[in-house]
């Protein structure tokens, strides 16, 4: 590996070197939607100096190049430097912070064991260069979807790095059933806690308010008071069907697919990674070591909080009949695409 820099998390505020923060399909949409928040320090912080990496396909580079003149326009005083390539060894040369963005969308009549193969094809030799040429104190989010299965795949590509470096954002779907519970409720969104997402990061996600609170109270109890039908109901036939399905309202109503709100939950993740979440917990896709029943190995959603130095799953939590079964379900579908990939010779 590199030489490392400081790195992202421990002292950010105290460091004048920047960190590298490597974004691929820096090109695409939500590259486009992260770029500019990165530079302005949403991310790290308004005293966190940052070095932008571009990583793109050939086919890709004008539009990233494009991005840079914007941002070279913008004379962000963090922004310390941007580069552009398409050779992951250059684009992952000491870098701290890894956003995993470009992947290969699901074509018309594509199946899953293509989708996963074309994945694995660019997932598997982007944690390898990760593996020899990033910082040793690299943190990796996978967004590019199927993302849970992407980071596993890359992770396995990396055994040098400590697999608990690589997460899978789910905090998306976080923040769109906090969106929700606060419409239902009439309450501020930031006074809504301790939601879990668990699972993959598709159709099968469990948004689970077993453990929310709303200004200290139970979520299940102020849902109880305020909504004029039963709860357990409304939570099965309402809420988890439009959390889980929001990037397609999205993409009907907008015309085209969340990408603010999906760099925006990247920012969350990595600053709260790297900041520590504080009170209460979040959500992030991580290897699991067979927390909740959940098979190890598996890249998997689970509750979490971070002191600033890495993610710790918040354990110990009541799991009732109907979670376990919504996450049995999710799990079940994150052992099958690994058991895919597996019969590609990727794992
Ligand atoms: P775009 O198609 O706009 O951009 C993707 C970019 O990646 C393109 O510019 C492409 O040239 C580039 N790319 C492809 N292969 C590459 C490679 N091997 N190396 C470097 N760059 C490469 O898609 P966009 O809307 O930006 O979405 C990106 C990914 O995020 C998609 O896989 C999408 O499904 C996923 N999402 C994940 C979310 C999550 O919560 N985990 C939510 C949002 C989003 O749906």
Known sequence: ??????TAGTTPTTRSIPTTVTITGAGGQIGYALLFRIA????LGPDVPVRLRLLEVPQGLRSAEGAALELQDCAFSLLADVEITDDPAVAFDGCNLALLVGARPRGPGMERADLLAANAGIFGPQGAALGAHAADDVRVVVVGNPANTNALIA??????????RFTALIRLDENRAKGQLAQALGAPVG???NVTIWGNHSATQFADVAHATVGGRAVTDALAERLDVDVAAWL????????????AEIIEVRGSSSVASAANATIDHVRDWVHGTGEGWTSAGL??????????GLVSSFPVRSDGTGWQIVEGLEIDDRARRLIDASVAELAAERDAVRELGVL
């Open 1 to 6: 590996m590199a030489a490392t820099p400081p």
């Open 40 to 43: 302005a320090g949403d991310m």
């Open 155 to 164: 992770a396995a590509s990396a055994p040098d790095i400590d697999p608990s």
């Open 191 to 193: 006074d809504i806690r």
């Open 236 to 247: 099965d036939d309402t809420f988890l069907p439009r959390v889980a399905k929001r990037g």
């Open 287 to 296: 290897i699991s070591r067979g927390e909740y029943d959940v098979p190890e």
